[in-house]
């Protein structure tokens, strides 16, 4: 049991424990099956073709349920029923050897190709868990997205950065955010001392006054937009909304804990009770390569832990990929026969910009 201390924004120690359950090790004998797999749907892919590809996606569903039936059976399990911390770790998952360089920049600018086992491997489990898709806003719209630290940007509180990640919905302001989530590691930082952490709703709920869950339910909060979203320039929130909503006893989250504004005293007050007790209930782990982390983006929230970056293209790489429930429901929101939803300012999606 680890209960590592992470120091959060005001300067106060909280302690972090492994997750209690949803922990999965793939074995020896199913990743070699992945592996090929994944080897053989890359191979049968056209050269010049990506991987927003309706039909290939479809291959890949097809081909996990059909190579490993028990990590499946894992993750339907988890899509349907959840667990208490509103993560699924899994461990030993086949990915690429030997690895390119960590990207400086924060984006591998070479073919997908050279990373087909570990992209295929994300691609088959997050199809298990619902439709993957991306946004055009972030990332250059890529259905796979890296996720390493990038030179002055230490300091931010987005992916780039390396200072404590505060807990949060992911693209919570967005109409359409993920529903599932998940992190793959290629490389660990150099210390292993960057620790993913989450907290689900399940582990607090019953340790808020009813009070507290009345006003989370309200419509008193809003997000502001992440800056690849909003631009450099502007502040843009989103309409407003609750934390909670959805079924009373299991209810789902919806909250950033750098970018929601609460609109009174007593959402605010309310938004720190319940900051305050997810941060005494978190879970965390540093992954190492072949780790996933899934989130329950829905009931979940999760964050990072502050590592040194080295920027000696060895540094922390991680693959991020979305999921959504059902990807017809977004139709309006994306380009044709593509996963990837249009940028945000082409529909309405809320709040009012302040400069």
Not at 11 to 18: E, L
Not at 65 to 81: K, N
Not at 85 to 94: A, E, K, Q, S, V
């Amino acid at each position: 049991m680890c209960s590592a201390p992470v120091i959060d924004s005001a300067g106060r120690s909280w302690r972090i424990t492994d997750p209690h359950d949803a922990v999965l090790t793939v074995g020896a004998l199913e990743a070699a099956d992945l592996a090929y797999v994944a080897h053989r749907l890359a191979s049968e892919h056209g050269a010049a073709k990506g991987i927003d590809d309706h039909e290939f996606l479809v291959r890949a569903e097809v081909a996990i349920r059909r190579a490993s039936p028990e990590l499946v059976a894992s993750l339907v399990h988890f899509r349907l029923m959840g667990s208490r911390d509103g993560i699924m770790l899994l461990r030993g998952l086949p990915i690429d050897n030997p690895l390119p360089p960590t990207p400086r920049g924060g984006s591998f600018m070479g073919s997908w190709r050279e990373l087909s086992r570990s992209t295929m491997t994300q691609l088959m489990v997050m199809s298990v868990l619902g439709d993957v898709i991306s946004y055009a806003d972030e990332k250059d719209g890529r259905l796979i997205q890296d996720i390493c630290p990038v030179p002055g940007a230490e300091h931010q509180q987005e992916n780039t950065g390396s200072t404590l990640l505060e807990l949060h919905t992911e693209d919570g302001f967005h109409p359409n955010k993920p529903a599932f989530l998940s992190l793959l590691a290629l490389r660990s930082d150099h210390a292993s001392e960057a620790m993913t952490v989450a907290c689900g709703i399940r582990a607090v709920l019953a340790q808020l006054e009813p009070e507290v869950v009345g006003v989370l339910r309200e419509p008193w909060y809003r997000i502001r937009l992440a800056s690849s979203f909003a631009g450099a320039d502007v502040t843009t929130y989103s309409r407003p909304k609750p934390v909670l909503s959805g079924c009373l006893t299991d209810p789902d989250l919806c909250v950033d804990f750098h970018a929601t504004e609460p609109m009174n005293e007593m959402a605010r007050d309310a938004l720190e009770e319940l900051r305050q007790h997810m941060f005494g209930s978190l879970v965390g782990v540093a992954l190492e390569p072949g780790d996933m982390l899934i989130v329950d983006n829905r009931k979940a929230v999760h964050g990072r832990t502050a590592f040194s970056p080295r920027y000696d293209s060895r540094d922390r790489w991680l693959r991020r990929c979305f999921a959504v429930a059902d990807i017809r429901m977004s139709h309006p929101m994306r380009y044709p026969a593509s996963r990837v939803h249009r940028p945000l300012d082409s529909f309405q999606v809320g709040g009012e910009p302040h400069e």
